[in-house]
């Protein structure tokens, strides 16, 4: 399976962006899809995931009621919608695949850079 984020670019701080991850190739069960970033400089961290069934999600503290995951699950494409964005979102984010659930993120797709200006 591959991944594709999009949707990143460059917005001033309050503003907002809608990130898309696409998956194409082989199909497989998946339990969770997750989004992570990483600023320059910085180790990756985890910024939310999402249970393709169920819809249960989980969220980083430091986005939690600003970004907004949501999936297609009939499209296997995964949605994060960012708001009130700060300078301290400015990263790379990616999307990734927990298909088992033991957390365990092992597939991963190429990032798509998000800059906030002040």
């Known amino acids: 399976v591959q991944l594709q984020a999009s949707g990143g670019g460059s917005v001033q701080a309050g503003g907002s962006l809608k990130l898309s991850c696409a998956t194409s190739?082989?199909?497989?069960?998946?339990?969770?899809m997750g989004w992570f970033r990483q600023a320059p400089g910085k180790v990756r961290e985890f910024v939310g995931k999402?249970?393709?069934?169920?819809?249960?999600?989980w969220y980083a503290d430091s986005v939690r009621g600003r970004f907004t995951i949501s999936r297609d699950s009939a499209n296997n494409t995964m949605y994060l919608q960012m708001n009130n964005l700060k300078p301290e979102d400015t990263a790379v984010y990616y999307c990734?695949?927990?298909?088992?659930?033991?957390?365990?993120?092992?597939?991963w797709g190429p990032g798509t850079l998000v800059t906030v200006s002040s």
């Open positions: 990734a695949i927990d298909r088992t659930g033991s957390g365990n993120f092992n597939y």
């Open positions: 999402i249970r393709w069934s169920g819809y249960r999600k």
């Open positions: 190739g082989r199909t497989f069960s998946i339990y969770a």
